[in-house]
């Protein structure tokens, strides 16, 4: 046993072990795959989609030691206010708290992923951009972390030393058992490479195995609450946040590298950025849009 349990050793899932461990409790930290990739693990992540278009599931995310963070590019963004907000031409949007409350948290992870304390400055924008740049489309950068193996094993040796720090890998989480009455978490039920049961118990639990692994596993963990857990509103998955990739349209006879150029990685104020293109909060709501 220990004081807390995290499921899923990403960049969430170390985040909150660190934090957790200079607090001075004890974690155990489970990993479904190893410390590489390995094609049994793998295997793990296939499945069947039968909803909007998407990547093979197998393929779409690494199940070991660091997770999808592997393969990460490093781009950092903040969300903006408009996120938060009930959109009356957005169906069941408004978050219980405005963009504000994460202002401490952002520092904080700005600092975990070597920013710069605030913010870039956006710098000039000129060229294509500048021509583009209204109240309709908002041009905004993009950040980034150089740190390309920030949550991988070799970057993390030293927490995999902590005193206070069970790392067990190949170790799947198979279901979160709930006590009789679904009102708080008995143990989990982990299985190793073998099918071998193991039992995890502590005193809190930390579900942090990604957007597709999160509800899978809620909804997998049915034995007591037959819907899966905190899914009395039939919602566990439905408000999946990803990649959402779309041909908006096609440049024809457009100077293509000079249009690829407005859009790559610059200096401003000695911070690296890269313009991205947004919508502004008027055309959002005047043509019914999601933000991009």
């Known amino acids: 046993a220990a004081t807390a349990a995290v499921i899923g050793p990403g960049a969430a899932g170390i985040t909150v072990a660190r934090a957790l461990l200079a607090r001075g409790l004890s974690v155990i930290l489970l990993?479904?795959?190893?410390?590489?990739?390995?094609a049994d693990a793998s295997g793990l992540n296939a499945g069947a989609n039968v909803g909007e278009p998407y990547y093979d599931l197998e393929s779409a995310r690494l199940r070991f030691f660091g997770g999808?963070?592997?393969i990460w590019g490093g781009r950092c963004a903040h969300l903006d206010p408009i996120d938060f907000e009930l959109r009356e031409w957005v169906p069941h949007s408004g978050w219980p708290m405005p963009a504000s409350e994460l202002e401490p948290w952002y520092a904080?992870?700005?600092?975990?992923?070597?920013?710069?304390?605030?913010?870039?400055?956006?710098g000039k924008v000129n060229g294509l951009l500048g021509a583009l740049s209204t109240d309709d489309l908002a041009v905004r950068h993009w950040e980034f972390d150089h740190q390309f193996d920030r949550f991988g094993a070799a970057r993390n040796a030293e927490l995999l030393k902590h005193p206070k720090l069970s790392a067990v890998v190949h170790a799947t989480v198979r279901e979160i058992v709930p006590v009789e009455q679904g009102g708080a978490i008995s143990h989990l039920y982990v299985l190793d490479p073998s099918g071998k049961p193991i039992t995890v118990r502590a005193g809190s639990y930390v579900l942090a195995a990604g957007g597709i692994e999160n509800p899978r596993l809620l909804l997998a963990s049915n034995s007591v609450v037959r819907c899966g857990l905190g899914n009395q509103h039939d919602l566990v998955g439905r408000f999946f946040m990803e990649h959402p990739h779309g041909r908006g349209g096609t440049l024809t006879?457009?100077?293509?590298?000079?249009?690829?150029s407005a859009f790559s990685n610059r200096q401003a104020d000695g911070a690296v950025v890269a313009p991205l293109l947004t919508l502004s909060p008027s055309l959002q709501e005047r043509a019914g849009l999601l933000n991009s």
Do not use: I, N
């Open 253 to 260: 006879r457009a100077p293509a590298w000079r249009v690829l």
């Open 31 to 38: 990993e479904s795959g190893g410390f590489d990739h390995e």
């Open 68 to 70: 999808t963070t592997a």
């Open 108 to 122: 904080e992870a700005r600092e975990l992923l070597g920013l710069p304390p605030q913010r870039a400055p956006r």
